[in-house]
């Protein structure tokens, strides 16, 4: 069986801050891949990463990181500097190799005040 | 390109009626997923087409809720009668053909989601 929990159900930070949104994943497959969506306002889910089990490396893209530790099964979103555009709710889902769905955790609400 | 688009975006309807959600994939995608979340919980996945066959439909809660995909293009889910507990978003997605494991790792375009109320 597969599982993602995602610990923090909300985070409030101010504009400008770093914040970090937890993700642990459970399964027994050895080959699987993680994913990152993010949810705006307007509701559609918005990929932002895709993670295969095999490549560890941490990744940049602009104000967004995402560190993977298959050793404590995380993979870690940080927001460097966020702004109030960043305010939504993330989810963290994974993906066996024979599988055909994504198992998503419950979701982080972020809010970013200005 | 247009993405994945789902209609209606918002639906409300009595206990014990019918109810039928539709959903546009991507041109060219093959593979169309149905998820939902109820409030509260986690977004589940419910079944899985490749062109116009059910490839997966382990998630579907009970034998009220009839999804097809005639053609292999657009999808509707029916939920007959609608329950009380069936309130919730429904996401539609869709990705690119590929095998098992390969496509493993394609990025699914989720729609706008069709958010459900059963009164």
């Known amino acids: 069986a597969q599982k993602v929990t995602q610990a923090q159900t909300e985070i409030s930070v101010v504009e400008k801050e770093d914040v970090t949104l937890d993700c642990v994943y459970e399964t027994r497959d050895t080959t699987y891949y993680l994913f990152w969506y993010k949810q705006p306002p307007s509701g559609e889910l918005v990929f932002l990463i895709r993670?295969?089990?095999?490549?560890?490396q941490n990744e940049i893209s602009g104000r967004y990181s995402w560190n993977f530790q298959k050793s404590t099964s995380s993979f870690n979103f940080t927001i460097t500097a966020s702004q109030v555009v960043d305010s939504a709710v993330y989810f963290c889902?994974?993906?066996?190799?024979?599988?055909?769905?994504?198992?998503f955790g419950g979701g982080t609400r972020l809010m970013v005040k200005p | 390109e247009a993405g994945v688009t789902q209609f209606p975006s918002h639906s409300v309807i009595e206990k014990g009626q019918t109810v039928t959600l539709r959903c546009d994939p991507i041109s060219g995608h093959d593979n169309l997923y149905w998820y939902r979340r109820v409030m509260g919980k986690e977004i589940k996945f419910l079944l899985h087409?490749?062109?116009?066959?059910?490839?997966?439909e382990s998630g579907m809660p009970n034998n009220r809720f009839l999804a097809e995909r005639t053609g292999g293009t657009y999808s509707t889910l029916k939920v007959q009668p609608a329950e009380l507990e069936d309130s919730g978003v429904y996401f539609c997605?869709?990705?690119?053909?590929?095998?098992?494991?390969?496509?493993?790792?394609?990025?699914?375009?989720f729609g706008q989601g069709t958010r459900l109320t059963v009164v």
């Open positions: 993670r295969n089990s095999f490549d560890e």
């Open positions: 997605a869709s990705s690119q053909e590929g095998g098992t494991g390969e496509w493993a790792g394609t990025e699914a375009f």
């Open positions: 087409f490749v062109k116009e066959s059910k490839q997966d």
């Open positions: 889902a994974l993906m066996g190799y024979a599988g055909n769905m994504l198992t």
